[in-house]
């Protein structure tokens, strides 16, 4: 039976392309319900504060950091989105002066603008967002050696090669998009050889750092929630870390906090990784077939999927 065409954007595979029970049975879930999809290298963390939530996550690049040495250099993948984590994570590492000097960090992704990246100076830079908020406001006597920062460039060998340079990468976080994606893994065009079925789990695992083409709904997401909805000033090209990068990390930890997707994205993602039900039509479910992902929930943002007219 061919796939439903997508309500959101014809010519792409996104969730809407799923069964209707599937997603039906997802819209259901509770926030008990969800607590309750944890498995064996899958855990749901919930946490009731915003400080509280925000505080762990920045911990999460503390507690990696702490285990860099000079023999065995470790490093942490982060996001732009969220970014509330970021000044915490300076804060921390000047109070408890923490030398970074043999520690890593990977920025997940980059605007693709006319064959190359955005020029890092650039008001929605990625990497200007990193350096502004985190890296310029630690110690100079502290600071991460800028060799050891690795932002995703228009020629991504070197990026990519920074995976295969021993460096251990203990955690990859994330957000999660509109389309379901992690970094800026969308789903693709509904043509050529996916223009019946999308790509099978396997060949999208293969995909390594890369340049994407992204979806008219991450488009919009990211118009709104960077540029007051001024659709004209996103990109439609990204670079972005890749499944093959994200199987090296030894953890992916994404954080929703109820601002970027919403509560019946939440809940499928989950339930799909927890049911071990992975299709790249909704990247994130492929997460089911890593060896530790930790989906951590404020449950302020959580919500509720039932109709309530504004």
């Keep these: 039976m ?22 039906n049975d997802a819209a259901k879930l509770t926030p008990e319900d969800i607590l309750q999809l944890s498995r064996p290298g899958f855990k749901i963390m919930f946490y009731n504060t915003i400080e509280e939530f925000y505080l762990a996550e920045a911990l999460e690049y503390i507690t990696a950091w702490k285990q860099s ?7 942490i993948c982060g996001p732009i989105g969220p ?11 000047n109070e408890l002066q ?7 960090f990977w920025g997940m992704d980059e605007w693709y603008v006319k064959g190359k990246e955005l020029d890092a100076r650039h008001p929605i830079s990625f990497e200007k967002a990193d350096r502004d908020m985190c890296f310029n406001l630690i110690d100079k006597n502290l600071m991460m050696p800028d060799a050891n920062m ?15 340079s021993g460096v251990r990468c203990a955690v990859m976080q994330g957000g999660q998009g509109d389309t379901k994606h992690w970094a800026f893994n969308d789903p693709v065009k509904r043509e050529g050889r996916y223009k019946d079925e999308p790509p099978s789990p396997e060949e999208f695992r293969k995909l390594t750092a890369r340049v994407v083409d992204l979806h008219p709904v991450t488009i919009m997401q990211n118009a709104r929630t960077s540029a007051g909805g001024v659709v004209t000033g996103i990109p439609s090209q990204a670079l972005t870390v890749g ?4 199987w090296k990390a030894e953890k992916v930890s994404i954080w929703h906090a109820g601002t970027h997707d919403n509560p019946f994205g939440q809940r499928l993602t989950a339930m799909m990784i927890s049911k071990r039900i992975a299709d790249s039509s909704v990247p994130m479910s492929l997460l089911a077939d890593h060896p530790n992902v930790q989906f951590n929930y404020y449950t302020g943002g959580i919500g509720v999927c039932e109709t309530e007219m504004h």
Excluded: C
């Excluded at 061919?2 to 997603?23: V, Y």
């Design 83 to 93: 970014t509330e984590q970021l000044p915490l994570v300076a804060r921390m590492v």
């Design 98 to 104: 923490i030398n970074l000097q043999n520690s890593h």
């Design 69 to 75: 040495t000079s023999d065995n250099p470790v490093g």
């Design 2 to 23: 061919a796939r439903k065409l997508s309500m959101l954007a014809p010519e792409w595979w996104d969730f809407t392309t799923l069964p209707d029970d599937l997603l």
């Design 243 to 246: 499944p093959v990068e994200t």
């Design 150 to 164: 690795h932002f995703p460039k228009a020629e991504l060998t070197t990026y990519i090669n920074s995976w295969e």
